[in-house]
């Protein structure tokens, strides 16, 4: 599949994979994407995932059209960019391999290669001409790896930007890539805000027309917006206004009360997102804590903490760097409710949380008191 003339895609899609990362779950698949770009010297842009070796090297040999691969460049160590190194330079040892040094380490830790590769170490704003496409590699540390580089290509300025940009699911099904991008970029490199700052900051001062991802599709239009939404992610504004409530429940009471606060909310046209905790998708359930600006948290009590799975989340929301955002708490117990002062207490150490003044507190089921603390506290959040 060709990009432009000269870069041609060779990458793989996964409708195999059941948990991507081991966690995250892809129902509508994963790509792995790999490039070979085509000039006097010819270069391989990362592998793809070690289920994928053969049906890639294929690819890359259909590309290269009877030439020979001059350089392997690989951004990311991760294994799903990088297990077939070994299979690639079994096939072609000559190739240089292009990488950081700390990649270096992680391909040694991961494999046993051949003590005489071809290895080139490269810095930051270190170049590589194939003819007239000139790579410059940018070092992204945390982006999503301490070793990852990305590459700008200056003839047809295009940003080869590793996990950035990214998204669950293959390229040969239709979504919204919006929602699965920041499904993937919050579960994925949410943590890391700051450096994915660091690198919108390098990557504005290029003349971008193009970014080839290491997952999700090649981005060829409106790509001020794409940049615009890694820009809010990853400085913690919310994307919408709006209310994400969370819950876990037992025999149903607090999924009243939350089901309760969501219908007040939606009668005054806010937006609202609910989540059952313990059934719909985790990682789907963090990202729209970060997408709206307000987020409602309701679990019963349970052995003097917090419901399981809300003990998971609030965790999960906590390791991302959740912060800048209104929090409101409903809480059950039927002899000592204590699951609003665990939960207030868990994102204590997250950064700019502001709580609601009204706390919903169910001694067992909803009764008339607790309609009036939902309503009040619907009418703060609005
Ligand atoms: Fe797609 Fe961090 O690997």
Excluded at 17 to 30: A, I, K, R, T
Excluded at 105 to 114: D, E, G, I, T, V
Excluded at 349 to 369: G, R
Aim: hydrophobic letters at 40%.
């Amino acid at each position: 599949m060709k990009v432009t003339d000269t870069i041609v895609y060779v990458g793989v899609n996964d409708h195999e994979v059941d948990l991507f990362e081991g966690q995250y779950q892809v129902p509508n698949g994963m790509s792995y994407n790999s490039y070979v770009i085509l000039d006097e010297k010819t270069a391989v842009m990362d592998t793809v995932d070690a289920a994928f070796g053969q049906q890639w090297l294929n690819n890359v040999e259909k590309a290269l059209q009877g030439r020979r691969p001059d350089y392997l460049v690989v951004q990311h160590m991760e294994p799903d960019h990088s297990a077939n190194i070994p299979l690639f330079l079994e096939k072609y040892p000559h190739v240089q391999v292009v990488a950081t040094a700390q990649a270096f380490k992680m391909m040694n830790q991961f494999f046993s290669l051949p003590s005489d590769i071809q290895q080139m170490p490269v810095t930051n704003g270190g170049e590589l001409a194939l003819g007239t496409h000139k790579l410059t590699f940018v070092c992204a540390p945390m982006v999503h790896w301490p070793e990852v580089m990305i590459s700008y290509e200056s003839e047809e300025k295009v940003l080869f930007s590793a996990d950035a940009f990214g998204k669950f699911g293959a390229l040969d099904v239709e979504d919204n890539w919006v929602d699965e991008a920041r499904r993937y970029y919050i579960g994925i490199v949410g943590k890391f805000g700051m450096q994915v700052q660091n690198v919108l900051k390098k990557a504005a001062d290029l003349d971008i027309r193009m970014i080839c991802p290491l997952h999700g599709p090649v981005l060829k239009e409106n790509l001020g917006n794409y940049i615009g939404l890694y820009d809010t992610w990853s400085s913690y504004r919310p994307e919408s206004q709006g209310v994400t409530i969370a819950y876990a429940s037992i025999y149903g009471h607090t999924k009243e009360a939350a089901l309760c606060l969501a219908e007040e909310l939606r009668k005054n046209g806010t937006t609202v997102a609910v989540y059952d905790l313990a059934r719909d998708d985790m990682a789907a359930a963090v990202a729209d804590a970060f997408r709206y600006s307000k987020l409602v948290l309701a679990s019963n009590t349970y052995n003097a903490g917090i419901n399981p799975f809300m003990n998971d989340y609030i965790t999960r929301l906590a390791e991302h760097s959740y912060q800048k955002r209104t929090v409101g708490l409903i809480e059950n117990g039927s002899w000592a409710p204590m699951a609003a002062k665990v939960m207030r207490g868990m994102l204590e150490k997250c950064k700019e949380i502001t709580f609601a003044e009204n706390t919903v507190t169910l001694m067992s089921a909803m009764k008339s008191e607790n309609e009036a603390q939902v309503k009040a506290l619907a009418a703060e959040l609005r």
